[in-house]
């Protein structure tokens, strides 16, 4: 394994207060260039469902989805420190069913470490993925396999009690021994608050700038999501746009016999139709 950033590399960037920056990738060409680009990490998410799928929610999403996306990302970004995601309900019934999953996800979809939604309600389930030598990342806030009981896509942590929670299971996280901890759409002081408080590096989607790292959804970044965008979200780019453009103009090109031209085309030399008609319809 030969890695640009790898899993020791994590606490590093925290101690020396070098921002870790990580983005969702699903596929071969998007893991490719992520790679060029020289992000720290990339996350197969089960947001593939949403962005990918056009779900509403994650919770379709399969673990053998997972494993096959997670193929195509490692196969454009070989050298690139990747986490795959634990969709819903395959780590949710017992350790074995975690250890199981978590153990295929790795192997099959060679991806460096899982990521595991919850705190101290899966803590048996990340203590026995640890214990079969497999890292594991943590998600704390708004987890989206939990959507049926939050009701929509929601700010997380808006009571103290609320608060108390995610910061209590931030530290239960870091106790088992995960490696850190994504935090997402929590109000930014409690963010903060947690990112002072432990010494395993957090990552931001929505929590504001005092994270220890940032991640968010690649086709968000891009504006590739005819869905609604986050508003947590910076848009680098108007990818829907481009797209939509440029096959209407292919459409317009194709439809008035404007593609392909010449340089598109292949010619042999003094091979006309008519010489193609004497040669193949007179044989
Ligand atoms: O599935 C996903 O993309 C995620 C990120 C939003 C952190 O979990």
Do not use: W
């Not at 195509?72 to 634990?86: C, H, I, L, S």
């Not at 708004?142 to 608060?163: D, F, M, N, W």
């Not at 481009?242 to 292919?250: G, H, K, V």
């Amino acid at each position: 394994m030969n890695r640009n950033f790898k899993l020791s590399d994590f606490k590093k960037a925290k101690k020396n207060q070098k921002p870790i920056v990580a983005l969702t990738a699903y596929d071969f060409p998007t893991a490719y260039y992520e790679q060029q680009a020289g992000i720290d990490f990339i996350l197969v998410g089960d947001s593939m469902g949403m962005v990918c799928y056009g779900r509403h929610n994650t919770l379709q999403v399969t673990l053998e989805d997972i494993i096959k996306h997670s193929q195509a990302v490692r196969k454009g970004a070989p050298e690139t420190f990747v986490v795959g995601d634990m969709p819903f309900l395959t780590y949710q019934i017992s350790t074995e069913q975690a250890v199981e999953n978590a153990g295929k996800l790795v192997s099959q979809g060679e991806v460096d470490a899982v990521k595991v939604e919850g705190g101290q309600e899966v803590a048996s389930q990340i203590k026995s993925i640890l214990n079969c030598g497999i890292a594991v990342m943590g998600h704390l806030g708004l987890t989206p396999q939990s959507i049926s009981k939050y009701g929509g896509y929601r700010l997380q942590g808006k009571t103290v009690e609320k608060a108390k929670k995610i910061y209590q299971d931030a530290l239960i996280l870091e106790e088992l021994g995960v490696f850190s901890i994504v935090l997402e759409f929590i109000p930014q002081e409690l963010a903060e608050l947690i990112t002072e408080k432990i010494t395993i590096p957090t990552i931001g989607i929505g929590s504001g700038n005092k994270c220890d790292g940032q991640i968010l959804v690649i086709h968000d970044l891009m504006n590739f999501n005819p869905d609604v965008i986050p508003k947590f979200v910076r848009t680098y780019a108007n990818l829907g746009q481009t797209y939509t453009q440029s096959i209407s103009q292919y459409s317009e090109d194709v439809r008035s016999g404007n593609f392909p031209g010449e340089s598109e085309s292949t010619k042999i030399k003094n091979f006309t139709v008519d010489e193609y008609r004497k040669l193949i319809e007179q044989k």
